[in-house]
């Protein structure tokens, strides 16, 4: 469990380091492989190595892992709002 510790403080401090801009793309990216790691977990057969069974299910494990962290990172960082000035005029 030490390691893994390391890898989400890491992950942490990488997500912290990254832009807003670039932390939605980084999520978008992660859902996309995390998409196609699921795809590939459920097309295993039941006659499948367990070898391939580990590794896909790993690699389900960390791309979601990776995505909530980031999503984490995303969520406790102020909105940006953009304002518009408006003056009226009685004229």
């Not at 890898?7 to 942490?12: F, L, P, S, T």
């Not at 492989?33 to 580990?54: K, M, W």
């Amino acid at each position: 469990m030490n390691s893994l510790n390391v890898i989400v403080e890491e992950m942490q401090r990488q997500a912290g380091a990254l832009s807003t801009a670039d932390l939605r793309d980084y999520i978008r990216a992660c859902l996309e492989v995390l998409s196609e790691d699921i795809d590939v977990a459920q097309r295993l057969g039941p006659s499948a190595p367990s070898t391939q069974v580990i590794t896909a299910t790993d690699n389900v494990m960390i791309t979601a892992l990776a995505t909530a962290l980031y999503v984490r990172e995303l969520t406790t960082r102020p909105a940006d709002r953009q304002f518009a000035r408006l003056w009226f005029s009685v004229n």
